[in-house]
């Protein structure tokens, strides 16, 4: 089920993708509700959460990301000795059985300990997922395909974050282990349709003699850390959003139910715009897309600040709105990307690379925007959005004049 499609996709390798992209959307889902309600089920109560409250909440739910971040490498390396398939559903079936098991205690340790081994089933799922996409598109829609793929990650994320936030409104604390509940069914649905679709074709068993230490190495190389390396800084904005959006928007007035309603319309533009910026990668170049998506990210961090100094003004919220979808062009690009540099063998734990840069980027930006904050007040949030902008600025300039220097392959180069 691992064997590259260079031709064009028929039955046998289109089913390996749509596997990918309906486990990925029930995944991301089941996530998605899990985080929006983890600090309210960890807390006691669903309302009036004060900084301090965020605080601790905020500690346990980073262990997810330290799990992730210190395993993801081992799951890539792992997908790519014994094949990616067995992996994916490996991590899919464990992340369903912590959340059972979630779902019978409030106790904040054991609780930080089930999310710390959540974390690393969360990467045994993306990075195979990651080299599957890669491994079974076409050399001219790579782009295209990892926009699919953005897309169901994405839209599964909003729409777990928006029913997690709707069920803080209609339902009782006491009652939100429902919650976690829901995400272990949809989890295990996920994995249910992802083994349908892929019953019956080819199995490839991966490389039992793959040198790890020479694929580790080969996935560091400053090529692909010039790609996954703004990654960091965007996830460190991103790990800050998730984190304290529920409560600012609390702050604001916004009931959650309303909150669940905006989030669940921008998911389903999400299924349109990444496969277009997919394509658009394809046939523009990976360069320019990515480009474009920093420049709306720095754009963000603009009107971000701006928000924060003169309150929700109409003209920012719809400066935002714009940057937003200009940031959106670029995962697809950067996916893309990735996977042009990518050899089959060490695919998956190249693929790695990207879960473990956004997973140590939402741990950094949770502490360094909270601290900064704690310390400095807006001043400090000032300093995290623009500390980001510059990141992401000097590392965009960076991978351009690589590529002019022909340091790098071109923007059109096939998955290899």
């Known amino acids: 089920m691992d064997a590259p499609a260079r031709g064009p996709v028929g039955r046998e390798h289109s089913r390996p993708l749509l596997a990918v992209f309906g486990a990925t959307f029930f995944v991301r889902f ?109 050399s001219d829609e790579v782009g295209f395909e990892m926009g699919r793929f953005d897309a169901m990650n994405l839209f599964g994320w909003i729409a777990g974050f928006a029913l997690g936030f709707g069920l803080l409104g209609i339902v009782a604390n006491r009652s939100l282990a429902f919650a976690f509940l829901l995400g272990a069914a949809s989890l295990a649905a996920g994995l249910l349709l992802a083994y349908g679709l892929t019953r019956g074709l080819p199995v490839a068993p991966g490389t039992p003699g793959l040198p790890v ?36 928007a609390a702050g604001l007035g916004i009931s ?44 963000v961090m603009l009107f971000a600040s701006l928000l924060v100094a003169y309150g929700a003004e109409l003209p920012l919220i719809v400066g935002i709105g714009i940057s937003v979808i200009a940031a959106l062009s670029y995962g697809p690009a950067a996916l893309a990307a990735l996977a042009d540099l990518t050899s089959e063998y060490g695919r998956a734990t190249t693929m790695a690379i990207y879960s473990l840069t956004i997973s140590l980027g939402m741990i950094l930006g949770l502490f360094a925007s909270s601290g900064l904050y704690d310390l400095l007040g807006k001043p400090g949030l000032y300093l995290f959005f623009g500390a980001v902008a510059v990141a992401l600025v000097v590392l965009t300039v960076a991978r351009y004049r690589e590529l002019v220097a022909g340091a790098l392959p071109p923007v059109t180069t096939p998955v290899r």
């Open 30 to 138: 089941a996530f998605g509700i899990s985080i929006a309600v983890f600090a309210s089920y960890i807390l006691l109560r669903s309302t009036n959460l004060g900084q301090a409250d965020v605080g601790e909440a905020g500690v346990v739910s980073a262990l997810a990301s330290v799990g992730e971040f210190s395993t993801v490498l081992l799951s890539g390396a792992a997908a790519d000795r014994y094949g990616r398939f067995p992996v994916l559903f490996l991590g899919m079936g464990g992340a369903a059985l912590l959340l059972v098991a979630v779902a019978t205690t409030r106790s904040p340790i054991a609780l930080g300990a089930l999310n710390f081994l959540f974390g690393i089933a969360s990467g045994a799922i993306l990075a195979p997922s990651l080299a599957i996409v890669a491994g079974h598109s076409r």
């Open 213 to 248: 230490r020479t694929v580790v190495r080969s996935a560091f190389r400053r090529s692909v850390l010039l790609v996954t390396l703004p990654w960091l800084v965007i996830y460190m904005l991103i790990g800050t959003a998730l984190v304290f959006l529920a409560t600012s």
């Open 256 to 299: 959650d139910v309303y909150l669940a309603i905006v989030i669940a319309g921008a998911g389903s533009l999400l299924v349109v715009t990444q496969p277009l910026f997919g394509r658009l990668a394809d046939r523009a170049g990976r360069m320019r897309m990515m480009t474009i998506g920093a420049g709306g990210f720095v754009a």
